[in-house]
């Protein structure tokens, strides 16, 4: 079978499968509709905490409450517990919202998980913009973990003390208001402050990227392991969990859990949501659903592991539709297990069928419906079609990119490769912000432009990166895992070629080109049969690269005529310690794992659009 008949006919049984999730065959497995039982039962009947985060802000919406209560046996206030929701101004506490929300839980039976007593994020300006001494602040902080602790005593059986208090590169703490006023020892007086206002609720530290093995999860190992030590009251270790579909190194969180266990510790997953970049078609969701299983699974079958939590209930009020959120843009994104409507995802049968099985129910899912939950990505991600191409601005060169799929590139524009991008004016900017590394609080990311004339290319990515890693590693071998960027152009005229050959070209620019002269530092494949020029300069918040590329070369002639079409990529490499990268920005959608530099197949096109720019 052919790669391309294999993946459109991998589509289609998807879309079978995915047609039949949704109807028959889950209802004709399980023993009626009515009798089928909820999360909430079949984690019950596990004894086994399965939450979502929840908030009051939805309650008037009847759906939700109905979701909330039938399908969780725990909650996770969202906001309503949070440092600047309590405390707006100094000495002034506020519990309406959070009473809410523990008078539904009671209400409910369900079990609370404070979140979150101490976090860099949510301090209220009074706190952030004040003056406070040591002493001051840890009064400050006594006073509000007492009062917050102290008045839900005996309901809330376990907090988050401490959220994300480690720097992502896992180096040290990171820089937080308590930690300029009180120093490092904020962490465990913070611990110590919770145990003394309630010394039977269970004591978490909660972070994110810390769930499998890795520099940031050593570093809250290291951590958790001294206090143990120490003797500082801590109970567990809440393991986020904001995934990517098809980016969650199970076995690493297996071993990330024996690890804290074995100190004595419990493990929860804390914030459990599975996105992926926009414009994937709903098929991803086969995939996202055996995500959640596996992880379940893992935390089901780790004796540390005590509780599984989803941050939200369902996409609709999902964080990350947030438009400010500002570090993942994907408004039709669905990382939950209920959809905007409150159907029942993919996700949520997977889950079910687990905590089935776990309690030695009859199994929920068919092989077949858990084959296609685990098929491979690529199968999920179907061809972009693209829109008509239209200007969204009349000064504009050329048509609106697409994202993740076509750019629309004008000519004949000559570009001078000087580092300015004054000669860029009213060519389309494209963003590339998601990638299969994306740390949590991502801040860097990119925005590209291209352009030719009867003899060139040209390309411009203008990066935005707070702390530039460069010339740190060999720039023809290893620039990849230093700030870099890469433009990939498939001229063989098939853009279906899963394997380099002459005509396709992977160009790498490494950041170490800047102030560098003379020949510039260009890696990748195939780069060493085309001429590259480049220049990188430094800009206040990251750096730009321009590059050109000769129409004409030993490996391809490409002429540029409208609509003409060659197969095209981005990369962004970004590292914030020297050791290696720990961002990977993608543009087109149909390279998910970072492969692009074996397998053309997964580029986007770039397509090229004469203009009369005028003189
Ligand atoms: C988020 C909430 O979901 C948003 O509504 C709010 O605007 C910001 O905080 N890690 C955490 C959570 O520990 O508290 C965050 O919740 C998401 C990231």
Redesign the pocket.
């Known amino acids: 079978m052919s790669k391309m008949y294999y993946r459109s006919y991998a589509i289609l049984v998807l879309a079978a499968l995915v047609t039949l999730l949704g109807g028959t065959v889950v209802t004709a497995n399980s023993p009626s509709q009515a009798a089928a039982p909820t999360i909430r039962e079949l984690a019950d009947k596990n004894h086994f905490h399965f939450g979502a985060?929840a908030?009051p802000t939805h309650f008037g919406d009847p759906k939700y409450v109905e979701t909330l209560k039938t399908e969780f046996n725990m909650l996770t206030p969202?906001?309503e517990a949070?440092f600047c929701s309590i405390q707006p101004a100094q000495g002034q506490f506020d519990f309406r919202s959070f009473d809410r929300l523990m008078d539904f839980a009671q209400a409910n039976q369900m079990v609370v998980r404070g979140?979150?007593l101490v976090?860099h994020?949510?301090v209220p300006s009074w706190l952030a913009k004040g003056e406070f001494s040591r002493d001051e602040a840890i009064k400050l902080l006594r006073d509000h973990i007492y009062t917050v602790v102290g008045r839900y005593k005996g309901r809330i059986p376990m907090w988050?003390v401490v959220?994300?208090a480690i720097d992502d590169s896992g180096s040290g703490l990171r820089d937080a208001p308590w930690r300029q006023f009180i120093g490092d020892d904020y962490v465990e007086l913070a611990f110590k402050f919770a145990h003394e206002a309630d010394p039977d609720a269970l004591l978490f530290y909660?972070?994110?990227s810390t769930e499998g093995m890795n520099a940031k999860s050593n570093a809250v190992y290291a951590m958790v392991k001294d206090f143990v030590a120490r003797g500082v009251p801590i109970n567990g270790v809440?393991l986020?969990s904001?995934f990517t579909v098809g980016q969650i190194d199970l076995a690493g969180i297996a071993q990330n859990m024996k690890r804290l266990g074995e100190l004595g510790l419990q493990v929860q997953i804390?914030?459990m949501d599975d996105r992926y970049p926009p414009n994937t078609p709903d098929s991803i969701l086969q995939q996202q659903a055996g995500d959640y299983r596996a992880l379940l699974d893992t935390c089901l079958n780790s004796k540390y592991c005590t509780a599984f939590v989803t941050?939200?209930v369902n996409d609709l009020y999902?964080?990350l539709r947030?438009s400010?959120?500002g570090f993942y843009e994907n408004h039709t994104v669905k990382p939950l297990l209920f959809d905007d409507e409150y159907q029942k995802k993919p996700a949520y049968f997977a889950v079910l069928d687990i905590l089935a099985r776990h309690a030695g129910d009859a199994p929920i899912l068919t092989d077949e419906q858990l084959a296609a939950m685990n098929a491979p990505i690529e199968a999920a991600v179907a061809e972009v079609k693209l829109p008509s191409p239209r200007k969204s601005d009349s000064k504009q060169l050329a048509p609106d990119p697409v994202a993740g799929a076509a750019y629309y590139a004008p000519f004949p524009i000559t570009i001078t490769l000087d580092g300015k991008t004054n000669d860029w004016a009213d060519i389309p900017r494209m963003t590339v912000d998601n990638g299969p590394m994306v740390p949590?609080?991502n801040t860097t990311g990119m925005q590209f432009a291209v352009a030719a004339d009867a003899k060139n290319i040209y390309f411009l990515a203008e990066v935005k990166d707070g702390t530039l890693i460069s010339g740190k590693h060999d720039a023809a071998t290893e620039w990849y895992k230093e700030d870099s960027v890469e433009f990939y152009i498939n001229a063989t005229g098939n853009l279906q070629i899963s394997t380099y050959k002459p005509g396709v070209v992977q160009i790498a620019i490494p950041a170490a080109n800047i102030g560098h002269s003379g020949t510039p530092l260009i890696a990748g494949t195939n780069s060493d049969t085309v001429v590259v020029q480049a220049v990188a300069v430094k800009t206040d918040d990251g750096y730009i690269v321009e590059a050109s590329v000769p129409l004409v070369t030993d490996v391809w002639k490409i002429v540029p005529l409208t609509l003409g079409t060659v197969g095209f990529q981005v990369h962004l490499n970004g590292a914030s310690t020297d050791s290696d990268r720990d961002t990977k920005l993608i543009w087109s959608v149909y390279d998910t794992k970072d492969e692009s530099y074996l397998n053309p197949s997964l580029f986007g096109k770039l397509i090229f659009w004469k203009t009369n720019k005028p003189k």
């Open positions: 985060a908030s969202e906001n949070k979140h979150n976090w994020q949510c988050d959220n994300e909660n972070d994110y809440g986020q904001h804390t914030e941050w939200g999902s964080w947030d400010n959120l949590a609080n």
